[in-house]
């Protein structure tokens, strides 16, 4: 716990909230850097580290050269010597170039050292569509990610959450993947002061609501919130689960709310296939929450395509509120 | 040579149809272009032309079931020899019909029955699932499974007839409680569509009002001929099965489930009394394939209704008990003779298609209120939209149209009553003309 524990709580951006978790852990914890692409002087790609480098200096906010690849073998290497490097990526998307190091040696290296080492790693993916950015900037890959045994794999999609989420990464002992939406990067909230934790793996229910379960991730919660109370006019009576983390998933949160609803649409914004949806559908089938399903599960995912450049196609392309809206209406008035 | 008569493909996924009835006696003459016989796939029905001028020979009785491509009749020359059928008819349990053989039909045999039962038992045997398990949610099978209720004894609401949680309950509420009527037997199966010949560009899809049927429409069609038209008979009307409906958003599925099937790109809505609340539904999930909405006295749009006239119309199996409800449809009274009243009564000689709608009248107008609000839905829509109605409207009352927001037109005829499109056929036909 940190020294400094203030109990008030303010309202601060999701970067700020992030910006604030990365403080505390510098502050608290010398072995712990931040690394990455232009997070210096330049404050970050999307300026969440700010000036983080001015009071911590360029050996604990170190700027990488441009390979995503050196720069997480850097990290990995830094980890496995006890320190704990927070990376930051410019886009998710470039996690393609670093995946030798996240997959094979990040997430393997303890199995294969038979626990004798540990990686504490934590890496920052600015993730999603919606700024305009194409096809190679927009993507959601958290369901790659989330395939691979040894990494955890968070989105937060609050504030607070963002904050509390970080500070348990670095708290971990093993990888932490943090997918972080970019359009939530302004969004204010409640954020506590001081020093707390949001434990991985744990779902939060953000709505409570007996007709159907919406378990969504990310920037989706709050498009499912908005479908939520629009649909109270249509008397139905949605819960809202913002599952919070891909890997390890929350299986009681989710099954003990179909239990009760009996129907599920999953919403997520990365490509509907073998995506987050498709995990949370199949371990409900595979549960004795089946028993309670009383319409198909639906799943509202990203469109098989990469992410246009035109914004009305990009919108296009990854499921909005009214999509949610009419998925509901239809399972629970027994439509499909 | 005789030309022969084959059994067209009016639907992309038809494997045959079923001839309903002849235009034309076996003897007769014949134009090429003139209707020569009804028939009706698992989708839709239609009226075939004569594909040549001649004289009918060897049709195919009405009722059976031809598959595509097949011969169904021959047409002669004036005076030309008529012996033995030039080949028989083929049965849909032909390989060619279909990977199904029928087994009830013997090869090359021709089904002569003109009961449309092994059709409607496939269709039956698809929406139970029979064969290949019931169809029914996993909620419904652990609570039958828990109430000992069998399965296979429960009439499945839900999409293509799946069971669902509700209908267990809905079952286990009537062993306490008395159920429907007797005497109405439900059925499954699409809604029936029919359409009328000719007219070009954007179709109007025309929905009847309940206790009603497609005639009701006759005499407004002639001024909307310039579009095709497209009928929808409502569930225990008109030609449909007889569904049991358990509320009016099931009865809105199965309209958008036989408007989906339509697979138009674009459609004009016209709707009449329910239809016009089923309009107004269908308006607001599939808006964007609308052209423009027309609705005749909708309901939805508050809780009046005339609950004597509609339980009324529903019992009355003669036609001295069926025409005074007849005539509180209309403003001019006169305009229901005792021929129309008769005609009326005979379409509805059904005991059966009367206890569909009285159980029907009880779940939309429980206690001659109207059980579902549309006020809502047709606040959302956006596409342009004109309401028509009767200012003698006796059965629901003309004042429900200022309820429609203000972008609506509205068009209110004095001295009419709930049938504008029968007392002031030419008047709305003008005005839906000059619109569509």
Redesign the interface.
Known sequence: MNAQNEPEIRELSYAEAIREAMDIALEADPSVLLMGEDIGVYGGAFQVTGDLVEKYGTDRVMDTPISELGGAGVAVGAALTGLKPIFEFQFSDFAALAMEQIVNQAAKVRFMLGGSVSVPLVMRFPAGSGTGAAAQHSQSIEAWLGHVPGLKVVQPSTPEDAKGLLLAAVADPDPVMIFEHKLLYKMKGQVPGGHYTTPIGKAAIRRVGKDVTIVATSIMVHKAMEAAEQLRADDIDAEVIDLRTVRPMDRDTVLSSVRKTGRLICVYEGVKTLGVGAEISAMVAESDAFDFLDAPIVRLGGAECPIPYNPELEKAVVPQMPDILAAARDIVKGRV | MPVEVIMPKVDMDMASGKIMCWHVAVGNRVEKGDPLFDIETDKAAMEVEAPASGILHHAAPEGAEIPIGKAVAWLYAEGEDVGEQPSSFASVGEPTAGPLPDPEAAPEALSTDADPEPETEREMAFADGAGEGIRA??????LARDEGVPLASLHG???RGRV???DVREYLKGLTTPSAPATFRPETGPLVVTRSKGGKGTPILMIHGFANDTTSWAPLEPSLRHRPLIRIHLPGHGRSPKLRIRDF??LA?EV?QAFDALQLDRAHLLGHSLGGALCIALAD?RERQLASLNLIAPAGLGPQINGEALSGICKATRTESLKPWLRSLVANEDLITDAYARLAMQSRSDANLRAAQAAMADVLFPDGVQAFDLR?ALERIRTPTRILWGKADAIIPWKHALRAPGRMALHLFDGVGHMPQFEAAEEVGNILRSHV
């Open positions: 949610t996993p909620a419904a099978r652990r609401t839900g999409p669902q949680a509700f958003a099931m599925r958008r999930t809502a």
